[in-house]
């Protein structure tokens, strides 16, 4: 072996391996550290991935997600919109998966509702963010629920969605977004409680 072949071997071995600090944007990002740039929780973001409604948790999916702002009720707005929150066993169907029918069908109920929330807003949100929009069309026959602590019977309805808008892919919203479209891929301002509940402002 030579002495200039001598030097190259021992330069390779000492010498510290320079990398670029410039990220790959292909490459995968863990969870949790997706999660904390995203500002949720890592299972809610999790959830998100396991339905298929973020293929791809790589840069600019987390980018696009972490942009995303929130939607909140004006007080213009009347009526305000619905939010339903769906909470679907990823294991049994993913949401990226359903069709319109599918997706209205999961949130069906039935609800303790009005009749005048009959025509209103609709969000579907998972994790509180909006995958679809569309409008309540109707209502069913009241339905016993379950019975307070006086024994008074409290009823709910089914309801049955129309499904206008959707977004299967949450790190890809449209950018040119008109209407109720213009709220998919953001986050929904909702309080505590039902399946069903106003949005926020």
Request: proline share 6%; glycine share 8%; net charge positive.
């Amino acid at each position: 072996m030579t002495l200039e072949m001598n030097i190259r071997v021992w330069n390779a071995l000492l010498m510290p391996t320079v990398r670029s600090t410039k990220p790959n944007p292909d490459e995968q990002i863990p969870v949790a550290l997706a999660a904390r740039i995203v500002g949720i929780d890592r299972s809610s973001l999790a959830h998100l991935v396991d339905h298929g409604l973020v293929p791809r948790l790589d840069l600019e999916a987390v980018r696009a997600l972490a942009a995303s702002s929130e939607v909140a009720a004006k007080t213009t707005d009347s009526p305000g919109h619905l939010v339903m929150r769906m909470d679907v066993d990823p294991g049994r169907q993913r949401i990226a998966d359903m069709s319109d029918d599918e997706l209205s069908r999961n949130v069906e109920g039935p609800h303790r509702l009005s009749g005048s929330a009959v025509r209103r807003g609709v969000l579907l949100c998972v994790r509180s963010f909006v995958i679809a929009t569309g409008h309540l069309e109707g209502l069913g026959d009241p339905l016993p629920l379950r019975t307070d602590r006086r024994g008074r019977e409290i009823t709910g309805r089914t309801i049955s969605v129309s499904i206008e808008h959707r977004l299967s892919d949450l790190s890809s919203r449209p950018s040119k977004a008109v209407e109720d479209a213009r709220w998919l891929g953001r986050r929904a301002r909702v309080g505590t409680g039902g399946a069903v509940l106003p949005l926020q402002s």
